[in-house]
């Protein structure tokens, strides 16, 4: 392996190539410290034509690659195998991680054709940033959005509050760069919106978690800014009134309607009890809430005006129990604190058995219902922590022991738990991971719910690419 590190120097510089155990480790860790693996080397090209030559190189040598860009990875889908899963995955048993995030330039920006290409080491909020100083909206947003980079966004086709009005990562794509297998560079870095001459390849790459080769460039999507937004924290006792409240917001205000998210009391009491600083605008507890939001690019007061309008009437309907609308962009940060502190104070809270799910939004209620009840049977006290992207189907539907209960035995029953869970999902026609992707954390688990079919799809597709098997072993499939 002496020569392989070698090369890698003479290819990336001996600087940009990592090999000391300790060095590596925050490389092969994963963001909830549920993996840890065992790389050869991290390996940080700082052009397309470096990630070529590594590619080739590890093809050469069979060498199994780990595209990774800011690790905020939920599933273990940027980490690096263990030892006994790289001898099963990875060709050769041997594996790099190669760290994108030097390759953070903004090639282009295009205000009229409204698109930004960007390198796939490119932060998130940069590219949002970039976008504002020209005037136009980038609108993927979601927590980690200060550190999670742009490849990873596109090959986990990253969700967050704005898919509502915008979609996920895959709608926000027109064209891509990337590194193949074999170390061939193919530029598809087209800025049409309108292109009707075949297969539309970009497409394989997005959500496939680096295992079909690697983003290395992206021509992304950008929209007008908004002049305005429009925030409220809204009461509401059941998710049913919440599905009821989306259609009447959505009737009332139309694609103004940006964000839509849902969190339980229990949700809500994690965030006050870890935050202490943090407080509900209410008086008093409500079973359920929902942040809303509205753009728009009229002005602030008609848009004011358009909320305060459509939750009267939500009031006057019973489907509102109380609201608190921001009157400041600080009150809206601070409603908005409220839903993104959620998963810290999860941490802070302790274990629990995380899910990311989605069914068809009409079925997200008789979902809970369903579910809750099952899992109070089957684990009685277990408690809900119920959170998410309510507007697109999406929910955060994770679990935490009974009080006082024993953590450690609990989270030993989690296969259990999870198939309560996921079961629940196929039976409303959902998928088991809804913006995280599968990583090493559900390539099994997928088998369960995906045809024979598709699995036999996916394969002869990851077979045709990436016949040695070298991209990202181990995750996705098995």
């Known amino acids: 392996m002496t020569r392989l590190i070698e090369q890698l120097n003479s290819i990336v510089g001996k600087a940009a190539v990592i090999t000391d155990p300790q060095e590596v480790t925050p490389y092969a860790t994963d963001w909830r410290k549920r993996y840890f693996g065992m790389p050869l080397a991290v390996v940080k090209p700082a052009s397309t034509a470096e990630v070529a030559a590594v590619v080739k190189l590890c093809a050469a040598t069979r060498t199994g690659i780990v595209p990774q860009g800011g690790n905020t990875s939920l599933c273990g889908g940027a980490t690096p195998l263990a030892a006994e899963d790289a001898n099963r995955f990875a060709p050769g048993g041997a594996q790099i991680v190669l760290k994108l995030s030097r390759m953070n330039r903004v090639r282009a920006v295009d205000p009229v054709n409204n698109t930004v290409t960007v390198e796939a080491g490119c932060v998130l909020a940069n590219v949002q940033q970039e976008a504002a100083a020209a005037g136009r909206l980038f609108p993927l947003s979601l927590a980690a959005e200060g550190s999670c980079e742009i490849g990873g966004n596109l090959s986990t086709n990253a969700g967050g509050t704005a898919v509502l009005r915008y979609g996920n990562a895959r709608d926000l794509v027109l064209g891509l760069e990337v590194v193949l297998p074999d170390g061939r560079i193919w530029d598809g870095l087209r800025a049409l919106r309108k292109d009707n001459t075949g297969y539309d ?3 394989l790459f997005v959500g496939a978690e680096g295992t079909l080769g690697i983003i290395t460039a992206a021509v992304l999507k950008l929209f007008p800014r908004p002049r305005a937004r429009a925030t409220a924290l809204v009461a509401l006792e059941s998710p049913a009134r919440a599905l009821e409240l989306l259609s009447h917001m959505q009737g009332a205000c139309g694609d103004r309607v940006t964000g839509f998210e849902l969190m339980s009391a229990f949700c809500l009491s994690l965030v006050t009890r870890h935050f202490p600083a943090t407080r509900l605008p209410f008086a008093r507890t409500y079973a359920q809430y929902v942040l809303l939001e ?12 358009a909320l305060q309008a459509a939750l009267g009437e939500a009031a006057e309907r019973g489907l509102a129990l109380d609201a608190a609308v921001a009157t400041s962009e600080t009150q809206a940060a601070a ?17 629990q058995i995380k899910h990311d799910i989605s069914v068809p939004i009409s079925c997200i209620a008789e979902y809970i219902d369903v579910t809750d009840a099952e899992l109070q049977r089957a684990f009685p006290g277990v408690r809900m922590v119920t959170f998410g992207h309510l507007g697109d189907g999406n929910l955060h539907y994770n679990i935490a ?9 609990f989270m030993a029953r989690a296969s259990a738990v999870s198939r309560v869970v996921h079961d629940g999902v196929a039976r409303f026609s959902g998928s088991i991971s809804a913006e995280h992707g599968l990583g090493q954390y559900k390539r099994g688990e997928i088998l369960r719910y995906k045809s024979p079919l598709e699995m036999e799809l996916m394969r002869r ?10 991209m990202n072993p181990g995750k996705v499939l098995q």
Do not use: F, M, Y
């Open 201 to 203: 390849l970009k497409q």
């Open 401 to 409: 022991p009974p009080a006082g209960a024993d953590a450690d035995a």
């Open 461 to 470: 597709i990851k077979a045709a690419l990436d016949p040695q098997g070298i």
């Open 335 to 351: 409603l908005w604190a409220l839903r993104e502190n959620i998963p810290e104070a999860q941490v802070r809270e302790g274990q």
């Open 294 to 305: 509205l753009s728009d690019t009229a002005s602030a007061e008609s848009l004011d005006a």
